[in-house]
């Protein structure tokens, strides 16, 4: 706004110069201006506004002016709207990548909760499995225990000649006399015998004897049998082909074969070795020939 000659604007309300230089009343005369955002008056000299500019002020009532000050201050604001917006916008594309990393976040956690579930279920069937096994083997071991103590007592003896007798009767009291025979007048023990009987189906064509089983009172009468067994081959010529062995389970059958195995193996390295109570051990006859050579030697 400015004010003309009449000075119609200025007089009405008289105030100093907005210049910080000059602090004057702008007088009617003095070509004053007032800037249309802080609504100060101005000497236009003051603001250096040139007399053609002024001019056409005047003439205008729709074009705005704003002093030095406000059009720095208003250049700052713009600034400051530039910055804004540039951070704005960063901080935009940072959202944006924030997003992004968030979506491959929750693509790797679903991925995540799948091999967890995936290792869940393996562990519970892991479990499921082991437990099943574990069962399996008590259960094993449960039979292998009762199996081993139903056989406690008995004694196994191979390549007894089968009786010759037409009835089961009189062939079952064959067999007894015959095991009275090999325990009392060959191995020259003392035992109580409770049963005695033949492992296997009859079979008139078979050439090899069945096994015999016969069932001791207890289990000390058995080892007591079985430490004499060896003396049958050295009985005579019938006991030289007859074996004992204790009535072992199917497991101990397979452990037994293992020791005897390893026991060829030592064996056909020179040394002397035998299987008791279900272990290699050294013989009796190799102990004693170390100690008669370490005798003689001194």
């Not at 004010?3 to 009617?28: H, L, Q, R, Y």
């Not at 089983?213 to 049958?232: C, D, G, M, P, T």
Request: hydrophobic content about 25%; some cysteine; glycine content about 6%.
């Amino acid at each position: 706004m400015t004010g003309g000659e009449d000075g119609e604007d200025v007089a009405a309300s008289p105030k100093p110069c907005g210049t910080e230089k000059c602090k004057k009343i702008v007088k009617d005369a003095d070509n004053g201006i007032r800037c249309d955002e802080c609504e100060l008056w101005f000497h236009a000299g003051c603001e250096q506004v040139s007399v053609g500019f002024y001019k056409e002020l005047q003439k205008s009532r729709t074009q705005l002016w704003m002093c030095k000050k406000c059009r720095g201050s208003r250049k700052n604001y713009k600034q400051e709207i530039i910055k804004l917006r540039a951070e704005n916008e960063e901080m935009k594309e940072e959202n944006r990548k924030m997003d992004t990393k968030v979506k491959d976040l929750e693509t790797k956690n679903g991925e995540m909760k799948k091999k967890l579930q995936e290792l869940e279920e393996k562990l519970l069937s892991t479990k499921s499995d082991i437990t099943s096994q574990v069962m399996n083997m008590v259960r094993d071991e449960m039979n292998e225990r009762d199996e081993t103590q139903k056989r406690a007592n008995n004694i196994v003896v191979y390549n007894l000649p089968e009786p010759d007798g037409t009835v089961v009767e009189e062939r079952i009291k064959e067999d007894k006399n015959k095991c009275a025979y090999l325990l009392k007048d060959v191995l020259k023990v003392e035992v109580g015998v409770t049963k005695v009987i033949r492992l296997g189906k009859r079979n008139d064509n078979n050439t090899r004897p069945r096994p015999t089983l016969i069932k001791l009172e207890n289990e000390s009468e058995k080892w007591h049998v079985l430490s004499k067994a060896k003396n049958l081959k050295y009985a005579n010529e019938e006991t030289r082909k007859i074996g004992i062995s204790p009535d072992m389970t199917k497991r101990q059958r397979e452990e037994n074969k293992k020791l005897r195995d390893e026991l060829k193996i030592w064996r056909d390295r020179g040394e002397r070795w035998q299987i008791k109570r279900g272990q290699l051990v050294p013989s009796f006859r190799q102990q004693t020939d170390n100690s008669e050579g370490a005798t003689g030697g001194q």
